[in-house]
């Protein structure tokens, strides 16, 4: 079965950076893209970006596109985000999420656990 | 950027039927898929591509999709169908992936 592990929780401090991984099994790792989703204490689900597995191309949402980098490794089967310059409403829980191919679009049938990343000084 | 507007909150009854509404321009000419979202735990896709079920979802959660709005309904609602509900579209033309606001639904 699809199975997506993130890595754990992380706490830094403002201005710093983190990068969370996303372990993938189950399927053939370079046939679905994998997005990027966060959801703040409170607030909603905010679509990050995504990265093709296959070719490692990138899609940034305008909102953190020059602070963020996503990234994946083939060998491994993992994908990375990684979040540069944090503040404190970067605080969230960030999930990875395989994409699944719907009839003329994309959707997100399978979720990773979820990394809570806190920004605190 | 496209934006899609959903009801803060939707209170229910149980056995009634929940109506959670995702207003966007011309969203009937996308596919729309919503979300059930629990505290402490990962999303699940609950309908996809307007109207369509994932297996192990059950048949009370059905969609529609015309015009401006795109309507997840949930029938003979239960105390465990208590949750924030999040539409869901692929924009073709900028291939982002967009969200909507977000419904809490409170079974009464």
């Known amino acids: 079965q699809v199975q997506l592990v993130q890595s754990g929780a992380e706490v830094k401090r403002p201005g710093a950076s983190v990068r969370v991984s996303c372990k993938a099994s189950g399927y053939t790792f370079t046939t679905y893209g994998l997005s990027w989703v966060r959801q703040a204490p409170g607030q909603g689900l905010e679509w990050m970006g995504w990265i093709s597995a296959f070719n490692g191309n990138t899609l940034y949402a305008q909102n953190v596109q020059g602070r963020v980098t996503m990234t994946r490794d083939t060998s491994t089967s993992t994908a990375y985000m990684e979040l540069r310059s944090l503040r404190s409403d970067d605080t969230a829980v960030y999930y990875c999420?395989?994409?699944?191919?719907?009839?003329?679009?994309?959707?997100?049938?399978?979720w990773g656990q979820g990394t809570l990343v806190t920004v605190s000084s | 950027s496209y934006v899609l507007t959903q009801p803060p909150s939707v209170s229910v009854a149980p056995g009634q039927t929940a109506r959670v509404t995702c207003g966007g321009a011309n969203i009937g000419s996308k596919s729309v898929h919503w979300y059930q979202a629990r505290p402490g735990q990962a999303p699940v896709v609950v309908v996809y591509d307007d109207s369509a079920r994932p297996s192990g979802i059950p048949e009370r959660f059905s969609g529609s999709n015309s015009g401006n709005t795109a309507t997840l309904s949930i029938s003979r609602v239960e105390a465990g169908d208590e949750a924030d509900y999040y539409c869901q579209v692929w924009d073709s033309t900028t291939e982002v992936k967009v969200f909507g606001t977000g419904t809490k639904v409170t079974v009464l």
């Open positions: 999420a395989r994409e699944s191919v719907g009839s003329s679009s994309y959707y997100f049938r399978h």
